[in-house]
């Protein structure tokens, strides 16, 4: 399979605890993004990455918030001090540059619920 | 404040028949929109695209029509299949934003 993958695919946490996820993106794919959704609404953008820098944060990318992508490959996103607010499901996606980045293929999420 | 809506919660169509979805958007500085379909506890996943200096893209059973002055996009499957059923968001880059911004999405039922 050579799509976005995503681990874990679902993470249960204590309030307090800190987590970590993984992105591993399409090869050859220079872009990485990392999006969040809740229920009934649609994914949200928190930022993104251009080989390993990253270029843009949302406002909704809280000081609790940080991702890295050291070698421009595979992503991580670390929640620190977890609330249950950060219950959702975090999408990664890859964008490659033959379609201008406009498109991007999506991983199947990581569901985060905080206890 | 939403630049991208998707009014219909919810469509139901018989099988076979003509499924039209739509999405309004506010910002004119979006210059791309994508479709995606998303089935429960996976991602989404992308259908099709237009760019803003068209106003038709077609792909097999999908196609997608922009209509910039009135910054409304819809998504016409035909025929509607039940494999399609599935919740449909509309997306758009663009307006200085590399992120895509989302819709809430319109969950799609196909009836045998």
């Known amino acids: 399979d050579t799509g976005v993958s995503q681990d874990p695919r679902h993470k249960i946490t204590k309030r307090g605890q800190n987590v970590t996820f993984r992105c591993d993106p399409i090869s050859e794919h220079n872009r990485l993004y990392w999006y969040r959704q809740t229920l009934g609404q649609g994914p949200e953008f928190l930022t993104y990455f251009q080989n390993e820098a990253q270029l843009e944060k949302s406002r909704l990318l809280s000081d609790r918030f940080s991702a890295e992508r050291p070698k421009g490959s595979f992503s991580t996103l670390e929640i620190q001090r977890t609330e249950q607010g950060d219950s959702a499901m975090y999408l990664c996606a890859s964008s490659p540059r033959t379609s201008g980045y406009n498109e991007q293929f999506f991983g199947p999420g990581t569901r985060l619920t905080v206890l | 404040d939403q630049q991208v809506k998707q009014n219909s919660p919810s469509l139901s169509v018989q099988e076979g028949r003509i499924s039209i979805l739509n999405c309004d958007y506010t910002?004119?500085?979006?210059?791309?929109f994508l479709w995606y379909k998303k089935y429960p506890a996976e991602g989404p996943t992308f259908l099709i695209s237009?760019?803003?200096?068209?106003d038709k893209n077609e792909d097999g059973r999908f196609t997608v029509f922009l209509n910039k002055s009135a910054k409304h996009l819809s998504l016409h499957i035909v025929p509607s299949q039940p494999g399609d059923s599935a919740v449909y968001f509309c997306?758009?880059?663009?307006?200085?934003?590399?992120?895509?911004?989302f819709g809430k999405g319109t969950h799609l039922i196909i009836q045998p």
């Open positions: 910002n004119s500085m979006f210059d791309y």
């Open positions: 997306a758009a880059s663009g307006g200085g934003a590399d992120g895509l911004t």
């Open positions: 237009i760019s803003s200096i068209k």
